[in-house]
Structure formats: structure tokens, C-alpha cells
């Protein structure tokens, strides 16, 4: 029965995703090439988990989702140049993906959501902590 659940939700995720997948590294590739496969890898995950907390799958959480912002996030930030305000756009994505994780949390809490517990001080946490972020680095390039 599990394996047969299981198998239904990759062919969910197969289908959501458009049967896209991140390649492994081969061993000449260029760091550049690399750093975008990193960033191509922590948004598939973002994507497929985000797909999977919607359909209420409970091995998934609001948590999987910060995680994968937040790497998506670094991983973009360490391709971009200290003082570019391309990092300031990054920050601010990761921002509005929390914020709306957030808001989705808040929403399904006075509906009465009965599904998996939601935390909603972690979800604002996570939108303090990418609020911080997109402070420091306002700061830093000032």
C-alpha cells in the first residue's frame, strides 16, 4: 500500500514538474556551470515540496519549504557580485516566498485547518530572519 502511495505521488510530482530533473555533475563541468545547477537543484526542491504541502502530503512541511527558499536564495546569492543589487532582488524573492508561505499558514489557521500542525511563530520567523537579511544587505551596500 505505502509503495503503491508512493509511487502515485512521484508520478504526481513527474507530472507537476513537467518531468523536469537536475543532472548530475560531470567531472569537467565548469564551476559556472556548476553554480547554475545548484540553483536549478534548490528550486526543483523548492517547487516539488511546495507542490506536496499544497496537496497536503504530510511528510512535508512549511519547514522543507523555508529550507529550500533559503538554499535556492544562497545559491543564487554565490553567483552574484558583492555589491550588485541583484543580491537585494534575491533576498527580496526569498522575502515574498515567505511571506506568502506566512500568509498561507495564517489563512489555514482561521479556516480551522484540522491537516498537519502549522507553526506559525516559525512562519514568521522565517519572515523576520529574510527581513533581517534584506536589511543587512541594504546596509552593507549603503
Known sequence: MRYAFMTALYLALAILTGGASVAAAEPDESVESLE???????QEA????????AAGIS??????????????M???LAT??????QRIA?????LKRMQVLEERGKSLHR????????CLPAL??????AELLLREEKERQE
Open 36 to 42: 547554475q545547477q545548484r540553483i536549478a537543484a534548490a
Open 46 to 53: 523548492y517547487e516539488q515540496n511546495k507542490a506536496m504541502v
Open 59 to 72: 511528510t512535508k512541511s512549511e519547514e522543507d519549504l523555508y529550507v529550500w527558499s533559503r538554499r535556492w
Open 74 to 76: 544562497e545559491a543564487e
Open 80 to 85: 552574484t557580485d558583492a555589491n550588485s543589487p
Open 90 to 94: 534575491t533576498i527580496e524573492k526569498h
Open 111 to 118: 479556516t480551522g485547518y484540522d491537516g498537519p500542525t502549522i
Open 124 to 129: 514568521g520567523y522565517y519572515v523576520m530572519e
